[in-house]
């Protein structure tokens, strides 16, 4: 099997704020994550990679602890351009609807629906993503709702039928003990919600599958299941395996 030609490669935040492949233009990278507020600038980042960020040989997996620093939506904006897809988080409810109006209408988003590792863990309701659902996104390119590997076919059935989500990344991180865990423990999440998202809804919705991908067997696993394009993640720690990847 080979990639089709209209297989597209999202390179995840925070990845994305940095790895840009700009000669290649099935790669989109994907920057952010950006919340409402300011939630700390580079100092932050760097402290935060330094005292969370642990390989866990036992969990096969990168594990951290970030909680999502970053300076802010309005500076997210000037970093992101129109090629490039916005990605943003909720903390507090009410931040969609305030981000709304700051998001121009014709900016590809993707609304990071669930990140196990920001303080206090808890879930917030998704009524909010009806700011950013199909009606209220006519002009953008993609419009991506990413998921946890826990979300249930109910909460699929919100964000595709009732919202018209078209676009679902599946998914983030696994929430453990010490944070959100990726890498090759997350594949078996993946690949259930890439079967329940087909068996019900078919080409209706163009998945994008990321976790564990390491190499490009691993990717056209996921294409063999019915995704339709990829995320990638923490193989960007080795960015001399996705060169393979692409190839």
Known sequence: MKYSNDTLFFVAAPFGNYLKFKKKANVLPVTGTWTLKYRGGILKKIYKIATTLRYKRKKEGWVNKMGLPNVGLNVGLRRTNKNEILSIAELEKGDFEKMSFLIPKDQSIEINL???NVKGGEKLPWNDVRFFNKEN?????????????????KELEFLIDD?????????????VEEGGLSGKKLKPYVEDLIKMITSKWGKKVEIIAGGGISNKEDALHYLELGAKHLSLGTVCFTPWKIKKILS
């Open 114 to 116: 669930s990140c196990p």
């Open 137 to 153: 996104s006519q002009l953008r390119k993609y419009c991506i709702a990413k998921i946890s590997p826990y979300t249930t076919e």
């Open 163 to 175: 919202q018209g989500f078209n676009y679902i990344h599946c998914c983030n991180t696994l929430p």
